[in-house]
């Protein structure tokens, strides 16, 4: 006997077949709506969905909707979304912030209080599982055309050895010539260090001790409080400061650097917190040395974790000035001086050298900081690495170190030219770190020229790579609704089910503990084909299901009861009932994704041993391939199914 239709299935046959009868009567709309309604069903089948996966959305209450700039996940599971002001300058200026801590397990959000504006902040995961974030935005970017007051840096001098000076925000600098300028934020000077030199007399007889004073500096961003090109200028002069009298007006002035009414870029921020996922809060640690907005924060295998690039406090990108955090002292020192444009993508290796594919997000010129390589932080050297087809479109290129992070191979997918540029390309390429002499070796191509892409690393060894637009934030409406895996084994694309929401600027994705990826944020300059109408930010949540969830999610292997950390061999043994079913353990760090830039996530290859009701994993004892910090801890079957992460402390 013939199998029959089920009832929901000869429903959605009927209809799909009226829809055709009316095509032949009103063809243009009717077919549009078929075949969206074919599509529709096609992929809610579970043989598509066992073969590409399926995306579903997830219904955000309207108070928790935001700006998701930035997304990390936590070893408490949550999800931290940060979006500090978003991107909206009424946001900003209202001082309104926001962090969102969504709970994939329950769908549940809470909004934490967020003391600084961490818009274009960087953030690492730190050893004992707090997020270091460091940086943010002190003033939003004004374009050329719309400068009316002259601005630029102003050096303050303290010469006073005894006391630091605290100018607030809107202190007036006087020029020689009586033009005022006013200070745009809280600046702190520091006193003046004083050193004592021994002196002696030809004889040799000791003198007076020589004392000398070498002043103080800070810089802050002024402002002309009247409009027009009068207070231009290009000449070093000495500023009074409005309120100081005495010995202090003597003692503290200013030094013009380059005013200006040309366009000013957006301004970073020294200050830096932890937060903490237990206690669900930022808890303040020392600031950095410089500000910075548009910084690569990247741990080093030692658990500090260094600062790199950004555009300092007065919006100028930073020279080198690089620094580095010590999670026990909760300081920062100086570190190894080397230039990189805005966000580069920077990823621990062998021997604690960091990789450098080119990828980038954004600031700088384009003759500088452009080419890949090897930086070995102890010498401070940095070898270059060739063969890098379409060289001169890394910026907004995604990049990582593919599975398993034994390989010691890196992967550079899409990009596109310098700045606003309308050029992307579909090239991917991997090095191979291994090697003698590293080079890259071409990909095989995306689709078609890709800026933005979104790429994880999944538990089975391939990467799932989705979104991103064809032109710079999805200009002329050229969003890609494609998504696809690359197996590093095969070096082959294979198609996974299309996103139903477009992504290109300002969006993120990251692997969850259970297997699924997350997907949030774009922020498109335009939201038609003629560019025309003015983008609007994303606020819609997607998810992707793997197909192997669809296929044997109900019979996934399940790790039970193990200890949180391993022991000092590097071992730790979970319960399980079926062990003849797993083949493969991963240890995974956790993202922290922004601008499509995530140097923290990474899989590990781990020892297996199997007993009748156990599985023994073995972690590596190399901190420059399993860096100190919680990591998500899965199994995989023969098919590629993974169990849902343990979370485990490694360091």
């Known amino acids: 006997m013939a199998r029959q239709p089920s009832k929901k299935t000869r429903k959605r046959l009927l209809g799909i077949t009226g829809i055709a009868v009316l095509a032949g009567l009103n063809a243009p709309a009717a077919l549009g709506l078929a075949g969206e309604t074919y599509h529709a069903y096609t992929i809610s089948r579970p043989s598509y969905q066992a073969t590409y996966g399926s995306w579903t959305q997830i219904d955000i209450p309207r108070a928790y909707r935001t700006n998701a700039i930035h997304a990390a996940l936590l070893h408490t599971g949550k999800v931290l979304i940060v979006a500090g002001s978003g991107n909206e300058q009424k946001k900003f200026d209202k001082g309104s912030f926001d962090t969102v801590l969504w709970d994939p397990k329950n769908d549940t959000f809470k909004k934490i209080p967020t003391p600084d504006d961490f818009f274009c902040s960087g953030h690492a995961q730190l050893p004992d599982g707090r997020m270091l974030v460091a940086g943010g935005t002190a003033r939003y970017e004004q374009l050329d055309g719309e400068v009316r007051r002259a601005g630029g840096g102003m050096r303050v001098k303290n010469e006073n050895p005894d006391k630091a000076v605290v100018l607030k925000k809107g202190t007036v600098f006087r020029s020689p010539t009586g033009v005022t300028y006013v200070s745009r934020s809280d600046v702190t000077v520091p006193r003046a260090r004083r050193d004592q030199t021994a002196t002696y007399d030809r004889a040799g007889v000791m003198q007076p001790w020589r004392t000398t004073v070498t002043a103080g500096e800070a810089r802050v961003f002024v402002e002309a409080t009247e409009k027009g090109p009068r207070a231009v200028t290009d000449t070093e002069a000495q500023y009074e400061i409005a309120g100081l009298h005495g010995e202090d007006a003597a003692n503290t002035y200013g030094l013009s650097e380059k005013i200006t009414l040309d366009k000013q870029d957006f301004q970073g921020i020294r200050a830096a917190y932890e937060f903490d996922p237990r206690a669900e809060k930022y808890i303040p640690v020392d600031p950095m040395d410089k500000a910075r907005w548009y910084p690569t924060l990247v741990g080093l295998d030692d658990g500090r974790v260094l600062a790199v690039s950004g555009l300092d406090d007065v919006g100028t990108i930073d020279p080198g000035d690089n620094e580095i955090y010590d999670p026990r002292t909760k300081k920062w020192t100086p570190g190894p001086k080397r230039y990189f444009p805005t966000y580069p993508a920077l990823f621990l290796t062998r021997g604690g050298k960091l990789f450098y594919p080119a990828s980038n997000a954004g600031y700088g010129p384009a003759g500088q900081g452009r080419d890949a390589g090897l930086w070995d932080l102890r010498t401070n050297t940095f070898e270059k690495v060739p063969g890098l087809r379409d060289a001169d479109e890394t910026e907004t290129s995604a990049s990582l170190l593919l599975p398993p992070a034994q390989d010691q191979k890196v992967m550079i997918l899409g990009g596109g030219g310098v700045g606003e540029s309308r050029r992307s390309t579909p090239r991917t390429a991997v090095v191979d770190l291994k090697k003698d002499n590293p080079a890259f070796q071409d990909g095989p191509d995306l689709?078609?020229?890709?800026?933005?892409?979104?790429?994880?690393?999944?538990?089975?060894?391939?990467?799932?790579?989705?979104?991103?637009?064809?032109?710079?934030?999805?200009?002329?409406?050229?969003?890609?609704?494609?998504?696809?895996?690359?197996?590093?084994?095969?070096?082959?694309?294979?198609?996974?089910?299309?996103?139903?929401?477009?992504?290109?600027?300002?969006?993120?994705?990251?692997?969850?503990?259970?297997?699924?990826?997350?997907?949030?944020?774009?922020?498109?300059?335009?939201?038609?084909?003629?560019?025309t109408k003015l983008g609007h930010f994303e606020q819609r949540m997607e998810i992707y299901t793997p197909p192997a969830l669809h296929r044997n999610g109900k019979n996934r292997p399940v790790l039970g009861e193990g200890p949180a950390a391993p022991d000092r061999d590097g071992r730790a043994t979970f319960a399980t009932d079926h062990p003849e079913r797993v083949t493969k353990a991963r240890l995974m760090r956790p993202s922290a994704v922004t601008h499509t830039t995530d140097v923290e996530q990474r899989s590990i290859e781990l020892g297996l041993t199997k007993t009748t009701n156990s599985v023994t994993v073995e972690v590596p004892k190399d901190p420059a391939l399993v860096p100190p910090g919680w990591y998500m801890l899965f199994v995989t079957d023969a098919q590629g199914t993974p169990s849902e992460a343990k979370w485990v402390r490694v360091g």
């Open 447 to 531: 689709p078609q020229g890709t800026r933005y892409l979104n790429s994880v690393i999944m538990p089975d060894d391939t990467v799932f790579t989705t979104n991103g637009s064809q032109d710079y934030r999805g200009r002329s409406a050229s969003n890609i609704l494609k998504a696809q895996f690359y197996d590093p084994k095969a070096n082959t694309f294979r198609e996974a089910a299309s996103p139903t929401v477009g992504r290109n600027y300002h969006s993120e994705a990251l692997l969850l503990p259970d297997g699924r990826v997350a997907t949030f944020g774009s922020d498109p300059l335009f939201d038609d084909r003629r560019n």
